[in-house]
C-alpha cells in the first residue's frame, strides 16, 4: 500500500514536467534515450530553473541602487522600454494559456523592472512622481491580464515589444558610451540576464514554438550581449588606467 501510494505521488510529479507519453518512454519502457522526450524534459527543467534564477536576477541592480541611494547612470527611457516588453510578454503568454515554465521568469523580471523604474524616478526625479507611475502603471497591467484587453492586441503589443526592447538595450548602452563607465548599472544582473535570455530561446522554441516569442529573446540575448561587452570593456580600460597612473607615480 505504501509502495502504491509512493509510485502515486512519484507519477503525478513527473507529470508535472513530463507529458504522459514521456512518462511512460523513461519509466515504462525505460526508454532513455528517446530525442523527442528529452528534448521536452531538458527545456522544462531549464525553464523552470530560468523561472527560480528570475528570482533574484535584477535584485543586484535593485540593492546597488538603493545602498548608493543613486541611479545616476540608469536610462529611465531604458528601464522604460525594457518595462514594457516585459509587460507585453506576460500579459501575451498569459491569455495565450502559455505553460508557466515557460514564462513565469518575465513575471518575475516585471516585478523587479518596476522596482527598478520606480527607484530611478525617486532618486533621479522626485518620490511623488514615483508613486504616480507605480500607480498608472498597476491600473494598466489590471487592464492587460484582467481579461479587459482583446488577445489581438496583446499580440501587436508583443510583436511591438521586440524592436521596443531592444531599443531600451541601445539606449542604456549609449548612455554607457557617453558617460565613459557603466554607472550605477549591475553587472552581476546583466550576466544573469545573458544566460537566462540564451537560455529561454532554445525553451521558447521547445515550448511555445511562437516566433515572436522566440525573435524577442533571441533580439534580448542580443542586447544583453552588447551590455556585457561593455562590463568587461571598461573594466579592463579603466584597470589599464590604475595601472598607468601607478607607473607614472613610480616615475615621478
Given at each position: 500500500?505504501?509502495?502504491?501510494?509512493?509510485?502515486?505521488?512519484?507519477?503525478?510529479?513527473?507529470?508535472?514536467?513530463?507529458?504522459?507519453?514521456?512518462?511512460?518512454?523513461?519509466?515504462?519502457?525505460?526508454?532513455?534515450?528517446?530525442?523527442?522526450?528529452?528534448?521536452?524534459?531538458?527545456?522544462?527543467?531549464?525553464?523552470?530553473?530560468?523561472?527560480?534564477?528570475?528570482?533574484?536576477?535584477?535584485?543586484?541592480?535593485?540593492?546597488?541602487?538603493?545602498?548608493?541611494?543613486?541611479?545616476?547612470?540608469?536610462?529611465?527611457?531604458?528601464?522604460?522600454?525594457?518595462?514594457?516588453?516585459?509587460?507585453?510578454?506576460?500579459?501575451?503568454?498569459?491569455?495565450?494559456?502559455?505553460?508557466?515554465?515557460?514564462?513565469?521568469?518575465?513575471?518575475?523580471?516585471?516585478i523587479q523592472t518596476v522596482l527598478i523604474a520606480?527607484?530611478?524616478?525617486?532618486?533621479?526625479?522626485?518620490?511623488?512622481?514615483?508613486s504616480a507611475f507605480l500607480i498608472c502603471f498597476?491600473?494598466?497591467?489590471?487592464?492587460?491580464?484582467?481579461?479587459?484587453?482583446?488577445?489581438?492586441?496583446?499580440?501587436?503589443?508583443?510583436?511591438?515589444?521586440?524592436?521596443?526592447?531592444?531599443?531600451?538595450?541601445?539606449?542604456q548602452a549609449f548612455t554607457n558610451y557617453k558617460?565613459?563607465?557603466?554607472?550605477?548599472?549591475?553587472?552581476?544582473?546583466?550576466?544573469?540576464?545573458?544566460?537566462?535570455?540564451?537560455?529561454?530561446?532554445?525553451?521558447?522554441?521547445?515550448?511555445?514554438?511562437?516566433?515572436?516569442?522566440?525573435?524577442?529573446?533571441?533580439?534580448?540575448?542580443?542586447?544583453?550581449?552588447?551590455?556585457?561587452?561593455?562590463?568587461?570593456?571598461?573594466?579592463?580600460?579603466?584597470?589599464?588606467?590604475?595601472?598607468?597612473?601607478?607607473?607614472?607615480?613610480?616615475?615621478?
Open positions: 500500500m505504501a509502495v502504491s501510494s509512493l509510485n502515486n505521488y512519484f507519477k503525478r510529479g513527473v507529470l508535472l514536467l513530463l507529458s504522459p507519453k514521456c512518462y511512460e518512454e523513461f519509466f515504462v519502457k525505460f526508454n532513455l534515450v528517446d530525442v523527442p522526450c528529452l528534448k521536452a524534459a531538458v527545456s522544462k527543467v531549464l525553464g523552470l530553473l530560468i523561472v527560480a534564477g528570475a528570482l533574484m536576477v535584477k535584485v543586484p541592480q535593485i540593492v546597488k541602487i538603493w545602498n548608493n541611494q543613486s541611479a545616476a547612470g540608469l536610462s529611465f527611457v531604458s528601464v522604460l522600454l525594457d518595462l514594457y516588453a516585459v509587460t507585453a510578454g506576460v500579459a501575451y503568454s498569459y491569455a495565450r494559456g502559455f505553460t508557466f515554465s515557460a514564462w513565469g521568469d518575465a513575471l518575475f523580471l516585471l520606480v527607484l530611478v524616478l525617486h532618486y533621479n526625479r522626485s518620490s511623488s512622481t514615483a498597476l491600473a494598466i497591467l489590471y487592464a492587460l491580464v484582467g481579461g479587459m484587453t482583446p488577445v489581438d492586441y496583446l499580440w501587436s503589443m508583443q510583436a511591438t515589444s521586440v524592436p521596443i526592447m531592444f531599443l531600451g538595450k541601445m539606449i558617460n565613459g563607465s557603466t554607472g550605477q548599472l549591475s553587472s552581476m544582473t546583466c550576466f544573469m540576464l545573458l544566460f537566462g535570455s540564451a537560455a529561454r530561446i532554445f525553451t521558447s522554441i521547445q515550448e511555445t514554438g511562437d516566433n515572436v516569442i522566440i525573435i524577442t529573446y533571441s533580439l534580448a540575448t542580443l542586447g544583453n550581449a552588447v551590455l556585457v561587452s561593455q562590463f568587461i570593456y571598461y573594466y579592463f580600460t579603466d584597470k589599464k588606467k590604475k595601472t598607468s597612473k601607478k607607473t607614472d607615480k613610480k616615475k615621478r
